[in-house]
């Protein structure tokens, strides 16, 4: 059998047409493939967390000098964050119960500090209790949780007590 060849120019005047139908198959095959494998995960650095009402209270036993703390019965830890001065030139001011904190890059410290006293504690570790006033920025609150979390805090709590009852 032999073959013959065509000269350009001598045809029919048909043009090639592509066939897009396998390939729009196989995209929708894909599509299909990658929603139905595809986990979606909920976006990070969101915190769920919902502030109790402010009530009266009252703050655990002061820590009067962080440096020469001795092991006590801590009911808590409690970090309280507040700011002062105008809305715009506002200071972040911090406390551990009642012992202020020069800023929060100091306060991860600090709380590791009286953590580590706790290692050997038949008791465990006290509870970290952030008392977060409603003027905070929130990178200073998402500090402070990180701070008690690099401190192995087991469990962090929050609370909102009015200022004037520190």
Do not use: W
């Not at 139908?21 to 196989?26: E, G, L, W, Y």
């Not at 006033?133 to 998402?142: E, I, Q, S, T």
């Amino acid at each position: 059998m032999a073959m013959t060849l065509r000269k350009p120019g001598s045809g029919t005047g048909e043009t090639p047409e592509l066939n897009l139908t396998p390939m729009i198959d196989v995209v929708f095959q894909l599509l299909s493939f990658f929603l139905v494998t595809a986990r979606f995960l909920p976006s990070e650095g969101i915190l769920q967390t919902q502030m109790p009402e402010p009530t009266k209270a009252t703050a655990a036993k002061p820590v009067e000098n962080p440096e020469d703390i001795e092991v006590q019965e801590f009911e808590d830890v409690v970090v309280h964050l507040r700011m002062d001065g105008d809305t715009d030139s506002a200071i972040l001011r911090i406390k551990i119960n009642s012992t202020a904190v020069d800023s929060i890059a100091s306060l991860y410290p600090r709380l590791a500090r009286i953590r580590n006293l706790f290692k050997d504690s038949s008791k465990g570790p006290p509870r970290c209790v952030i008392n977060c006033a409603d003027d905070v920025r929130y990178k200073d609150l998402v500090k402070a949780i990180s701070a008690a979390q690099q401190a192995e805090f087991p469990n962090i709590s929050f609370a909102n007590v009015r200022v004037g009852s520190e």
